[in-house]
């Protein structure tokens, strides 16, 4: 079945930096456009990055320059990059991907941002 693993969350003060992870597994990953959504608490969930199969990418205009995606198709995992993270970047982070009509979630990975 699908799986989406999420890591690397944790807490950090602003300024600093997270990579969080998310292997996939039980699904043939390269072809497939991958996401990063967001929910901070009372909040709805926001998407947050985006990349295609080809690795191009997108982001929400709040994060873009201190956020990078990337993908390791060998692996079979994505990657968000984290800089200068700022205490509105606090909330749960979650994989993402569509196949065949469906959306398939991780379990969330927290980030805090906080000194």
């Known amino acids: 079945q699908v799986q989406l693993v999420e890591s690397g969350g944790g807490l950090v003060q602003p300024g600093g930096s997270l990579r969080l992870s998310c292997a996939a597994s039980?699904?043939?990953?390269?072809?497939?456009?991958m996401a990063w959504y967001r929910q901070a608490p009372g909040k709805q969930r926001e998407l947050v990055a985006a990349?295609?199969?080809?690795?191009?990418?997108n982001y929400v205009d709040s994060v873009k320059g201190r956020f990078t995606f990337s993908r390791d198709n060998a692996k079979n995992t994505v990657y968000l990059q984290m800089n200068s993270l700022k205490p509105e970047d606090t909330a749960v982070y979650y994989c993402?991907?569509?196949?065949?009509?469906?959306?398939?979630w991780g379990q969330g990975t927290q980030v805090t941002v906080s000194s």
């Open positions: 039980g699904f043939i990953f390269s072809p497939y456009a």
């Open positions: 993402n991907v569509r196949l065949d009509g469906y959306t398939y």
């Open positions: 990349i295609t199969s080809g690795g191009s990418t």
